[in-house]
């Protein structure tokens, strides 16, 4: 069964602590996003990546970075977390390179983050 | 400008009534997608069904349909006999070339089936 993992559900951090939020997918995936959910917003995009090393700015960079060394493999890291960053954050995969059209996003079950 | 509406914020309705879910897009691209996903309690996004723009044949799948309209840039979705396991969020989302790998989602309906 194909996969995308996020490694915690429910995180609560500190205002200015380094945050680490990782996803890891088996199915061989090209493209990898990191989304936010927030009530009435909808999904919002952060980062994505289209390959190892790649990472491309979504609509709501600020405050984010990313890392993908592996292509299984792609964090997402709050270097200073904010209140203003507590949301749910979700990981998506996608088959093929960049430029395609219509591909079907996979997804992990979500990371709850809260910063008090 | 491309862009997702989904103008209901949340909708109730009592198990077996039929309900619509309605999605506007905006893009001006001639070649798109677009998509609905479902998000049940346990969270992970769920792909339902996939339309480009050259395709508006409608299509029903079970209990579900989706109605393509290109003339009033509408990807409505029906849930026909709805069932309390249809309870969930239901995102549409549109991709463009131009958002360039950017895939945009609306702000999702809650569906809630009462028993």
């Known amino acids: 069964d194909v996969k995308v993992t996020q490694s915690s559900r429910y995180l609560v951090k500190r205002t200015g602590e380094k945050v680490f939020l990782e996803c890891v997918q088996d199915?061989?995936?090209?493209?990898m996003f990191w989304y936010r959910q927030d009530p009435g917003l909808g999904l919002r995009l952060i980062y994505f990546s289209y390959d190892v090393k790649m990472k491309e700015k979504g609509d709501i960079p600020e405050g984010y970075s990313v890392s993908r060394e592996k292509k299984e493999r792609f964090s997402l890291i709050l270097e200073s977390a904010s209140t203003n960053q507590t949301s749910m954050y979700l990981c998506?995969?996608?088959?093929?390179?960049?430029?395609?059209?219509?591909?079907?996003?996979?997804f992990g079950e979500g990371s709850r983050l809260t910063v008090l | 400008a491309q862009k997702v509406t989904q103008a209901q914020t949340e909708i109730s309705v009592v198990e077996k009534e039929d309900v619509t879910l309605d999605c506007v897009y905006e893009?001006?691209?001639?070649?798109?997608?677009l998509f609905w996903y479902k998000q049940p309690p346990s969270g992970e996004l769920v792909f339902l069904i996939r339309?480009?723009?050259?395709?508006?044949q409608n299509e029903i799948s079970g209990r579900y349909s989706w109605n393509f309209q290109k003339s009033t840039s509408s990807f409505n979705f029906t849930i026909t006999a709805s069932q309390v396991v249809d309870s969930a969020v239901y995102f549409c989302a549109l991709d463009t070339f131009t958002s360039a790998s950017k895939i945009i989602f609306g702000s999702g309906t809650r569906l809630s089936i009462r028993p």
């Open positions: 339309r480009n723009s050259f395709d508006e």
């Open positions: 998506a995969s996608s088959p093929d390179g960049t430029g395609s059209l219509g591909r079907e996003l996979f």
């Open positions: 199915m061989d995936h090209e493209n």
């Open positions: 893009t001006r691209d001639t070649t798109y997608y």
